[in-house]
């Protein structure tokens, strides 16, 4: 079992894919930090001993903002825009897409489901 | 694509001469009219008060230090949100 930034526990599976697994780190980041600190891409997690693991949870805890703090960041990023008042702000504020996007149709990943009427009350007898 | 640094950020030229009258009239809590919703705020611009053209009228807006590098029209919406009516208490909820 390995424990690298947290909460993470990718196991069984080749280093480069089981660092995914951290919110913050992709394809890139994750091939980035395997040849910082010189491990194979094709190692399984299993088979690292504990210097490298800890050698990894070194590199990422000095180059990259992961997880608690990545999320944070970006909620802040939101509501610095949301205080402004500022159109972007808005858009966040209504739940809306912010670049653009038509509304007319579509937009439902910001929307959420579609609601056949929306507020209207339901009809109880 | 974001603009380039080497050209500078983009403002009306006559935006520069009003803020710095209504600095020099020492009347900084007046609102200066301004239809030039494309210019960027500048440092400079901090702590007046614009009223920025939304197409009908001037929407007052005191600048602070968070909005210098957006743009003047984008604290002044050109339209009007309006949602359906229904049931009074889930509009309430969505805000």
Redesign the interface.
Known sequence: MARIAGVNIPTQKRVNIALQYIHGIGEKFAQEICTKVNIPAERRVSQLTDAEVLQIREAIDRDYTVEGDLRRETAMNIK?LM??????G?RH??KLPVRGQRTRTNARTRKGKAVA?????KVTK | MPRSVWKGPFVDGFMLKKAEKTRASGRINEVIKIWSRRSTVLPQFVGLTFGVYNGKKHVPVSITEDMIGHKFGEFAPTRSFSSHGGDKKAVKAKG
Do not use: T
């Open positions: 610095r205080d402004l008042g500022c159109y972007r808005l504020r209504r009427i929306a507020g209207k009350k």
